[in-house]
């Protein structure tokens, strides 16, 4: 290989047979499916270090140009949660009955959502994504950030896989429009407000709505 100004490392991991590449591609599949969002929470407390793996594993996933442009701010303070919800229900309040089309709400429809968010106040934590748009340099100047969408969305599959492997539950709420998460939470101007997940344990009589996935057939096609 050309010599590079850079270090770089062996990439050392076990071999796996193809055996255990079945088994385990399938464990994990069976695993995953068993993920639900989950609407209903419970208020029992989560400890913060469990909080703490599933964010630094979402920050595993990959960037552009290794950016991590991504800032993970955790609630769980009560007054901040009430201001989260209490704002966020008056967006959605506003979405559900005005600007949402019927189209949508009869989309919505099967997921039983409305304006109301109890879980906001109810989930010991809130995580709030953020993107970064571009870096702020310590002298104040923006540094560019690569393809923030696609390595924020990656991050946030990460995050929910992590908070499903916890033995925990989440939903994506994104309320509309988020700005107000920007001032409640005093980010900087680069940042921009991107997934909200209340983090918990159900709620002992959670219910979730009866959805099938699509098969294989529907959402992939081989080129072998
Ligand atoms: N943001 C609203 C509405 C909503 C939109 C979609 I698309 C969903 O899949 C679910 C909800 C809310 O969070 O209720």
Same mark, same amino acid.
């Given at each position: !290989?050309?010599?590079?100004?850079? =270090?770089?490392i062996?990439?050392?991991?076990?071999?796996?047979?193809? /055996?255990?590449l079945v088994q385990?591609?399938?464990?994990?599949?069976?695993?995953m499916?068993t993920?639900?969002?989950?609407?209903? @929470?419970?208020?029992?407390?989560?400890?913060?270090?469990?909080?703490? /793996?599933?964010?630094k594993?979402a920050?595993?996933?990959? #960037?552009?140009?290794? !950016?991590?442009?991504?800032t @993970? +701010?955790v $609630?769980s /303070?009560?007054?901040?949660k009430?201001?989260?919800?209490?704002?966020?229900?008056k967006?959605e309040?506003e #979405?559900?009955?005005?600007? !949402?089309?019927?189209?949508w709400l009869? %989309?919505?429809? =099967?997921?039983?959502?409305d304006?109301?968010?109890?879980? &906001?106040?109810?989930a010991?934590?809130?995580?709030i $994504?953020?993107?970064?748009s571009?870096?702020?340099l310590? %002298?104040?100047?923006?540094?560019? *950030?690569?393809y923030?969408?696609? #390595?924020v969305?990656?991050?946030?599959?990460?995050?929910?896989?992590?908070?499903h492997?916890?033995g925990l539950?989440t939903?994506?709420h994104?309320?509309?429009?988020?700005?107000f998460?920007?001032?409640l &939470? /005093?980010?900087?101007e680069?940042e921009k407000p991107?997934?909200l997940?209340p983090?918990?344990?159900?709620?002992?009589?959670?219910? $979730? =709505? %009866?959805?099938?996935?699509?098969?294989l057939?529907?959402v +992939?096609?081989? *080129?072998e």
């Amino acid at each position: !290989m050309e010599e590079t100004r850079y =270090p770089f490392i062996p990439y050392k991991r076990e071999f796996v047979d193809a /055996n255990q590449l079945v088994q385990r591609s399938k464990e994990l599949y069976q695993f995953m499916d068993t993920r639900r969002s989950v609407r209903e @929470f419970a208020d029992t407390p989560v400890p913060r270090e469990v909080i703490e /793996n599933i964010v630094k594993t979402a920050s595993t996933a990959p #960037s552009g140009a290794h !950016m991590q442009p991504w800032t @993970f +701010c955790v $609630v769980s /303070n009560k007054e901040l949660k009430s201001k989260i919800r209490e704002a966020a229900e008056k967006e959605e309040f506003e #979405s559900y009955h005005k600007r !949402m089309s019927e189209e949508w709400l009869e %989309d919505l429809a =099967p997921l039983g959502t409305d304006w109301n968010k109890p879980f &906001l106040d109810i989930a010991p934590w809130i995580i709030i $994504v953020f993107k970064k748009s571009y870096g702020l340099l310590p %002298d104040g100047t923006k540094k560019k *950030y690569y393809y923030v969408n696609e #390595s924020v969305g990656l991050a946030s599959g990460f995050l929910i896989s992590a908070i499903h492997n916890a033995g925990l539950v989440t939903l994506t709420h994104t309320p509309s429009p988020m700005n107000f998460l920007s001032e409640l &939470l /005093n980010r900087p101007e680069n940042e921009k407000p991107f997934l909200l997940l209340p983090i918990g344990y159900p709620a002992t009589d959670a219910m $979730v =709505p %009866d959805l099938e996935r699509k098969s294989l057939d529907e959402v +992939c096609v081989f *080129y072998e």
